[in-house]
C-alpha cells in the first residue's frame, strides 16, 4: 500500500537504508583491488561508495535522539552504547588483532593493546578508524542534543556544524596529521542525524522535492568544491572537502530509498536489505578485517583481482558477520535473563 510522503519514512525503512549503506561501503573499498581494465572507467564511481559511511552517520545520530529522548539518564545512555558496540567489536577485533598484530606483524602485546582500545588510531592512525569515531560521536552526543532541544535548535546546530568546519580549518593549519585522520567533515553529517530525528519521529510531511533538491545540491556543491579546490595538489584536502557535498548526497539516498522501495513493491528486495542492515556493523568490520588478512596472505598478495573480492572476501565477510550477530544476540539474552 503506498503511504503519503514524509520524513518517518527514514525511520520506517532504516534497517534497509541500513542495509544498503553496509552494500555501498563494500562496494567502496573494491577497487583497493586489481580492477579489469573495462572497469578502470568506472573507479571513481566506486569509490564514491563510501558515501555510505555518511549515511550511516547520520541513521547513528537519529537513533541515538531516540534513545536520549526517551531516558535522558546519562549513566545509562553511555551504558546502552557500551552493549551495543563493544560486544561485537570484542568479537571481530580482538582475534583479528591476534592474528594482525601477534602472528603476522610480530608487534608486541603493547601493540596488540593499543589496537584493540581502538588508541592506535589517535596516536599513530592505525587501527578501525570507524569504531574510533564512532566513540567519540557517542561522547559528544548528549552535548549536542542539549544544543539540539533548546530554544533554536536551527541555531544550535550550524553553531555545531561551523564549529566543526572551523575545527577542520585549523587541524589543517595546525594539526595537519590529525586532520587527514579524524574525517571531522562527517562530524557535520551525524549532527544533521540528531537535528532531523523530531522531525522523522513526528513523521512531518514531505515532498519529492526534498530529496531531488538534496541531489541537485550535491551536484552544485560537487562542482563548487572542484573549482575552488583546482589548484591544492593535495589529496587529503580535496578528498576531506569533498565530503561536505557527500552530506546532500547521503541525505537526498536516504530520502529516495523508502520512496523507491515502496514504489517496488518488491518484498524480497526489503527482506534482503532488512537482513542485511540487521547486521550492517558487524559486515563493516568484518569484511575490513577479512580483506586485510587476504591482503597480507601469501594466496592474496598473488590474486588481488576484484574477483576474488567478491567472490571470496564479500561472502566470507557476510558469514562470519551473520556468526557474530547471532553470538552476540544469545549473549544479550542470557545477560536479559539474569
Known sequence: MKKNLNW???????????GLSAILVIISHAPSMKLPGYLESVRPL??????????FLFLSGMGLWFSFSKDQNIKNFYMK?????????????????IIQDLFISSCDFG??????????????????????????????????????????????????CIGLVVANILMYIYFFNC???????????????????????????????????????????????????RNVSQVVVKTTAIRYAYIWAAMGIMLFVPVFLQWADNCSLNKALRWFGGISIEVYLMHVCVMNIYSISGFGKEHMEVMYYFLFIVPVSVVLAWGVKGLVAKFRISQAGN
Not at 592506535?120 to 544544543?147: E, H, N, Q, R, T
Not at 562527517?186 to 519529492?208: E, N, S
Open 111 to 160: 601493540q596488540f593493546f593499543m589496537d584493540i582500545s581502538t588508541l592506535s588510531f589517535w596516536v599513530d592512525g592505525s587501527g578501525m578508524w570507524f569504531v574510533s569515531y564512532i566513540i567519540v560521536c557517542y561522547l559528544f552526543f548528549p552535548l549536542v542534543f542539549k544544543g539540539i532541544n533548546g530554544k533554536n535548535p536551527l541555531a544550535a546546530v550550524v553553531i555545531i
Open 179 to 229: 586532520f587527514a585522520r579524524l574525517e571531522l567533515a562527517r562530524g557535520v553529517i551525524f549532527v544533521l542525524g540528531c537535528y532531523f530525528a523530531p522531525k522523522i519521529q513526528q513523521k512531518k510531511g514531505m515532498t519529492m522535492a526534498v530529496p531531488i533538491g538534496c541531489i541537485l545540491m550535491y551536484f552544485v556543491t560537487r562542482i563548487a568544491i572542484v573549482l575552488i579546490m
Open 81 to 97: 552504547r557500551i552493549l551495543r558496540l563493544l560486544p561485537p567489536w570484542i568479537c571481530i577485533a580482538v582475534p583479528y588483532f
Open 8 to 18: 518517518g519514512m527514514v525511520s520506517e525503512y532504516r534497517n534497509e537504508i541500513f
Open 46 to 55: 566506486l569509490i564514491h561508495g563510501n558515501i555510505g559511511v555518511d549515511i
